[in-house]
C-alpha cells in the first residue's frame, strides 16, 4: 500500500470538505445510490458509518436498521438527517481502535476510510471484532486501475484530496477480507467517466454505460460488500472404526458362544 501523502490534518474531514465540491458531489449522488441498494436487505439494531456524515442521507431514508452512529470529528447535537436512519449518535475516534463492544454492530458502512488510513489492516480487523455474526461491511474506495487512480501520480494533484491517498485494488481488499473471516458478497464499479472538467454532462453519459459492459474493471470507484463468516463450534462425534486384530494376517474369532437360533 502506498502511504498517504495528505500531510497530518485529519483526512476523514478534508474528504467531508472535498465531497462538497462539484466533483466530489458527482462522486456522492453516486455512492449514495449503490448504498442506497447495498443496504436494501440489511437488517438490524445498529449501523456504524466511519466518516462523511452528512453525504449519504438519502441512502438511508428506507435502511431498516434502527439507529446511525457516526465516527466524525465534533460532537453531535441532534440528528443530521431526518426520517429514516437518522444520526443519533457520533462518536470521536481512530478507525483502527473503535470504542464499541465486540460483537455488537449489525453494519458497517467505510467511505474511503481505507484509502485515508495509514492503519487499513488494523480497521478491517476492528470492523470484523464490532460485527455480529453475519453482519456486513460496505466500503467505497477509488481504484488505481482507473483514470481516477492515474491523477495520483500528476504532480499537480498528488497531495491534494482525494488524489493524495493510498488507493488499493479491490483484489488486495478481498484478499484482506478473507483472511479476516469476512466473505465478499458483491463487487460494484461506479464512475467510468474520468475525473475533468466537462466529463459529467449529460452528453458523457455513454461513458458509464459502456464502461460497466465493456472494461468493468477501470470504474474510478469500486464497492464492496462482505459478510461476517462464524463457523460454529458443534461437537463431533468419534467415528468408531473396528479394532485391528491382535495378531497380524490372522482374524480373532470372539469368546462368546454364538446364537444356536439365530
Known amino acids: 500500500m502506498k502511504p498517504c501523502r495528505c500531510g497530518d490534518a485529519d483526512l476523514l474531514t478534508s474528504l467531508d470538505h472535498w465531497y462538497a465540491s462539484p466533483l466530489g458531489q458527482h462522486v456522492a449522488r453516486s455512492e449514495s445510490a449503490c448504498l ?5 436487505d440489511c437488517f438490524g439494531h445498529y449501523l456504524l458509518q466511519v466518516g462523511a456524515p452528512e453525504q449519504f442521507c438519502d441512502a438511508f431514508q428506507q435502511c431498516r436498521i434502527r439507529h446511525r452512529v457516526v465516527l466524525a470529528e465534533g460532537a453531535m ?18 478507525p483502527f481502535e473503535l470504542p464499541l463492544a465486540s460483537g455488537s454492530v449489525d453494519s458497517v458502512v467505510l467511505p474511503h476510510t481505507l484509502d485515508f488510513s495509514p492503519e487499513a489492516h488494523r480497521v478491517l480487523r476492528e470492523v470484523e471484532r464490532v460485527l455480529i455474526p453475519e453482519g456486513r461491511v460496505i466500503l467505497f474506495c477509488f481504484n488505481p486501475l482507473s483514470t481516477w487512480g492515474l491523477m495520483r501520480w500528476l504532480p499537480r494533484q498528488s497531495r491534494q484530496v482525494p488524489w493524495c491517498g493510498g488507493q488499493m485494488t479491490p483484489f488486495r481488499i478481498g484478499d484482506w477480507l478473507r483472511l479476516l473471516g469476512l466473505q465478499v458478497e458483491t463487487r460494484d464499479m461506479l464512475l467510468f467517466r474520468p475525473p475533468i472538467r466537462g466529463a459529467f454532462t449529460p452528453r458523457m453519459d455513454w461513458l458509464d454505460t459502456w464502461g460497466g459492459n465493456w472494461w468493468p474493471l477501470f470504474g474510478g470507484v469500486y464497492a464492496l460488500r462482505a459478510v461476517k463468516r462464524v463457523t460454529p463450534l458443534t461437537p463431533v462425534r468419534p467415528r468408531w472404526r473396528r479394532r485391528a486384530p491382535l495378531l497380524p494376517g490372522r482374524a480373532v474369532e470372539p469368546t462368546a458362544r454364538r446364537n444356536r437360533h439365530g
Not at 442506497?36 to 436494501?40: H, I, R, V, Y
Not at 441532534?78 to 443519533?88: D, K, L, P, V, W
Open 77 to 94: 447535537d441532534q440528528e443530521t438527517c431526518t426520517g429514516g436512519t437518522g444520526i443519533r449518535a457520533r462518536i470521536r475516534a481512530r
Open 36 to 40: 442506497e441498494w447495498l443496504l436494501a
